[in-house]
């Protein structure tokens, strides 16, 4: 009997993957991954220095694992320190997940996020409802997601400009990702920002943390982060809680403000959509899900390290290879979703990952849907006829964290 031996499998030529840089992936970061997902679902990208996963099925395989764990990227630990609540494992992550959840909670949100949000939400639209025309990205959205926010910590005497300019610092560092042929930063230099952002948010901090050591504040997150689950007459100490304040600075702030204006675009981009959902706002949550998976606020912050030895869509990873999950390339997975990159709020519901997935899943999935919707619920109740402003362009910028950089609307007053 004669055995015939079959071909071996060709491997893709990823050579092409040398010449992506990141302004590429900054600017537009669909046309690279599309080819990855067709190509190579799991891939090593130079500029990265990781491998990076870009379709769904890699994705939550990764996330969900119990042959990976949770770990920071190289830039986002060089910008939050440790330890971070999204990089860390076992004991600290079970503590700090402890310590953040309980106020994230539905019914522990339902109880007040009417009462936090819809009073901002007014109040930044009274500055401007009556011009007729407005910049939504600076004058709303952004405001909204931060002042709800940094309420919620108790960062009242913040004002939202500070939140913003600490934020976008903070985005800028955790995404100067670029790395070397030798494995360091390109471009040292671009955590500086983000450095001047944690120092003066210590400055702001620091002195509210002394308070509420000595007197715990209820309506402040983070005085419950210094007591909650804590022996009586003891905190959790400062320096262990930083890193997950400066998460929720940069992420947390981010998340709500972006997933609304792309929401917007999106729907802009389908006139007789938007018509429905200002006319009938109990369509404002399946909105609010088309434009995540649209336009994944988180597009490709978040990562993986194999804990041993592991073979994930045919390629061998060696113990202790991260692994950055895209969930915004992953929420444009073909095998999915039918033309995912246009914007359809009719589309089947599938799950998408934008809040990503396994035990290191965004913890305020609940309270960042909720303050998109009373955000958008309010603009469109105040500003019924808004439309965009055809005569400004709609950028988005971003590969880590990707939104649009600005979104020019008019109306009839």
Same mark, same amino acid.
């Given at each position: 009997? +004669?055995?015939?031996?079959?071909?071996? $499998?060709?491997? /893709?030529?990823?050579?092409?993957?040398?010449?992506v840089?990141?302004? *590429?992936?900054?600017?537009?970061?669909?046309?690279?991954?599309?080819?990855?997902?067709a190509?190579?679902?799991?891939?090593?990208?130079?500029?990265?220095?990781?491998?990076?996963?870009?379709?769904?099925?890699?994705?939550?395989?990764?996330?969900?694992?119990?042959?990976?764990?949770?770990?920071? +990227?190289?830039a986002? !630990?060089?910008? %939050?320190?440790?330890?971070?609540? @999204?990089?860390v494992? !076992?004991?600290?992550?079970? *503590?700090?997940?402890?310590?953040? =959840?309980?106020?994230?909670?539905?019914? =522990?949100?339902?109880?007040?996020?009417?009462?936090?949000?819809?009073? #901002?939400?007014?109040?930044?639209?009274?500055?401007?409802?009556?011009?007729?025309r407005?910049?939504?990205v600076?004058?709303?959205?952004?405001?909204?997601?931060?002042?709800?926010?940094?309420?919620?910590?108790?960062?009242?005497?913040v004002?939202?400009?500070?939140?913003?300019?600490?934020?976008?610092?903070?985005?800028?560092?955790?995404?100067?990702?670029?790395?070397?042929?030798?494995?360091?930063?390109?471009?040292?230099?671009? %955590? +500086?920002?983000?450095?001047?952002?944690?120092? =003066?948010?210590?400055?702001?901090?620091?002195?509210?943390?002394?308070?509420?050591?000595?007197?715990?504040?209820?309506?402040?997150?983070?005085?419950?982060?210094?007591?909650?689950?804590?022996?009586?007459?003891?905190?959790r100490?400062?320096?262990? #809680?930083y890193?997950?304040?400066?998460?929720?600075?940069?992420?947390?702030?981010?998340?709500?403000?972006?997933?609304?204006?792309?929401?917007?675009?999106?729907?802009?981009?389908?006139?007789?959509?938007m018509?429905?959902?200002?006319d009938?706002p &109990?369509?404002?949550?399946?909105?609010?899900?088309?434009?995540?998976?649209? &336009?994944?606020?988180?597009?490709?912050? $978040?990562?993986?390290?194999? +804990?041993?030895?592991?073979?994930?869509?045919?390629?061998?990873?060696?113990?202790? &290879?991260?692994?950055?999950?895209?969930?915004?390339?992953?929420?444009?997975?073909?095998?999915?979703?039918?033309?995912?990159?246009?914007? *359809?709020?009719?589309?089947?519901?599938? /799950?998408?990952?934008?809040?990503?997935?396994?035990?290191?899943?965004?913890?305020?999935?609940?309270?960042?849907?909720?303050?998109?919707? @009373?955000?958008?619920?309010?603009?469109f =109740?105040? #500003? /019924?006829?808004?439309?965009? *402003?055809t005569?400004? !362009?709609?950028?988005?910028?971003?590969?880590?964290?990707?939104?649009? &950089?600005?979104?020019?609307?008019?109306?009839?007053?």
């Amino acid at each position: 009997m +004669t055995t015939i031996e079959q071909p071996a $499998t060709a491997q /893709p030529d990823l050579s092409w993957l040398d010449d992506v840089t990141m302004t *590429d992936l900054e600017r537009d970061p669909y046309p690279v991954y599309e080819r990855l997902r067709a190509e190579a679902p799991l891939a090593f990208v130079p500029v990265l220095g990781s491998y990076v996963a870009s379709t769904a099925e890699v994705c939550r395989e990764v996330a969900t694992s119990p042959d990976f764990e949770g770990i920071i +990227t190289p830039a986002g !630990g060089r910008t %939050f320190g440790h330890p971070a609540i @999204i990089g860390v494992n !076992g004991e600290i992550h079970a *503590d700090l997940r402890s310590m953040v =959840e309980p106020a994230l909670q539905p019914s =522990e949100v339902d109880r007040w996020i009417d009462d936090l949000v819809r009073p #901002i939400a007014r109040g930044f639209l009274e500055q401007f409802e009556d011009d007729g025309r407005a910049e939504l990205v600076s004058q709303y959205c952004e405001p909204v997601s931060v002042r709800a926010l940094g309420d919620l910590l108790g960062l009242q005497s913040v004002s939202s400009d500070k939140l913003r300019e600490w934020f976008h610092k903070l985005n800028r560092s955790f995404t100067n990702a670029a790395m070397d042929e030798n494995g360091d930063f390109a471009n040292p230099e671009g %955590f +500086t920002e983000g450095d001047e952002a944690k120092a =003066e948010i210590r400055s702001v901090v620091d002195p509210l943390i002394d308070k509420w050591i000595a007197e715990p504040d209820q309506t402040s997150n983070i005085s419950h982060w210094l007591h909650d689950g804590m022996p009586p007459g003891q905190t959790r100490d400062r320096e262990y #809680i930083y890193p997950t304040i400066y998460v929720y600075l940069l992420g947390a702030m981010q998340e709500p403000g972006h997933g609304m204006a792309s929401t917007l675009v999106g729907l802009f981009s389908r006139p007789e959509q938007m018509e429905r959902v200002v006319d009938d706002p &109990t369509l404002i949550p399946r909105a609010i899900s088309e434009g995540m998976r649209w &336009t994944s606020p988180i597009w490709s912050a $978040t990562a993986r390290i194999s +804990t041993k030895p592991v073979t994930v869509a045919g390629v061998d990873l060696p113990a202790g &290879t991260p692994v950055m999950l895209s969930y915004g390339s992953a929420n444009h997975d073909t095998g999915l979703y039918e033309a995912p990159s246009a914007y *359809d709020m009719q589309r089947p519901p599938l /799950p998408h990952l934008a809040f990503g997935a396994g035990n290191h899943a965004c913890a305020g999935i609940y309270f960042a849907n909720h303050v998109m919707r @009373i955000g958008l619920e309010e603009l469109f =109740e105040s #500003i /019924p006829s808004l439309e965009r *402003d055809t005569g400004e !362009g709609v950028e988005f910028w971003g590969w880590g964290f990707r939104g649009p &950089t600005s979104l020019h609307v008019t109306w009839e007053v």
